[in-house]
């Protein structure tokens, strides 16, 4: 049994590419995800995961940087080791089967695509199409 799971969070280090035996390209990175944690006093804790990618989802892994948003969907794993001073250690690892780049554009170079007040009102339904430049 495997447990499929998706996770959206933010890369600690910059991506590792590596090569297996066969040739098949790997990249390894730290992604950090932010939970919901009723004990702490922000209300959320942060989830360490190693997160490995394998084949073309490797190379779009490869192209982000420490900081980038990532969503990924795959399989996630636990590794258990015993350490050299003895101690129980584990950690969680994803291999991707699908990563989704969320990457955001800096402020220097952000390009809008604002609609004209013409074109959301040929909109055909009750509410205009969502535009994120709108203030609260």
């Not at 590419?17 to 990249?27: D, F, K």
């Not at 006093?41 to 779009?60: D, I, S, Y």
């Not at 636990?78 to 291999?95: F, M, P, S, V």
């Not at 220097?108 to 969502?130: I, M």
Request: proline letters at 7%.
């Amino acid at each position: 049994m495997t447990a499929q799971t998706s996770l959206y969070g933010r890369l600690t280090v910059d991506p590792q590419p590596h090569q297996i035996r066969t040739g098949t390209a790997m990249t390894s990175a730290k992604l950090a995800v932010d939970l919901p944690c009723k004990e702490d006093p922000e209300g959320k804790a942060t989830w360490w995961v190693t997160l490995l990618a394998f084949g073309k989802q490797a190379e779009l892994l490869a192209g982000h940087h420490k900081g980038d948003m990532v969503s990924a969907l795959g399989q996630l794993q636990l590794n258990r080791w015993k350490a050299q001073d003895g101690t129980q250690r584990e950690t969680h690892q994803l291999i991707a089967d699908t990563l989704i780049s969320a990457k955001t554009v800096r402020p220097s170079r952000k390009t809008t695509n604002h609609q004209s007040p013409a074109a959301l009102a040929n909109y055909p339904g009750d509410v205009p199409p969502f535009d994120d430049d709108l203030r609260f």
